[in-house]
């Protein structure tokens, strides 16, 4: 019989979005919103900086566009790789929230830090 293996899950990170206020971040299930991210585990730190970099770019499209942004959430789930290295090996980025599809694309797009998780890293 083979053993069948569970990758690890990490979160959810949430990032809320208030056009009349901060943004802030939720770490966990039912977690109190507070105005930094989570900051007692890299990984989840790394995750609330895509949901908090997708904010961002959403609201550089929205100020472009001349669009006022709702009130939102960007829930981020991961999982790590089953094998050599250690590494997170997906990531779901959950928006709740009446968003423009398009505007969301194109913000996901532009996105520094998720478009950066696939740049070579050099130790020197």
């Known amino acids: 019989m083979a053993l069948k293996l569970r990758p690890k899950r990490f ?3 949430s990032v809320l979005f208030d056009p009349e206020g901060p ?3 939720v770490s966990g299930e039912g977690g109190e919103p507070l105005p930094h991210p989570p900051y007692d585990k890299p990984v989840l730190t790394l995750m609330a900086s895509v949901a908090h970099c997708l904010v961002e770019s959403l609201r550089i499209v929205a100020k472009r566009d001349a669009v006022t942004l709702p009130a939102y959430a960007i ?3 991961a ?3 089953l094998d050599a290295p250690g590494r997170i090996e997906s990531m779901v ?3 709740e929230g009446d968003l423009d599809g398009e505007m969301v694309r194109e913000a996901k797009s532009m996105c520094t830090v998720s478009n950066t998780l696939n740049c070579k890293i050099t130790l020197e």
């Open 11 to 13: 979160g959810p990170v």
């Open 23 to 25: 943004v802030r971040f």
């Open 75 to 77: 829930t981020v789930t």
């Open 79 to 81: 999982e790590k790789s």
């Open 93 to 95: 980025c959950r928006i």
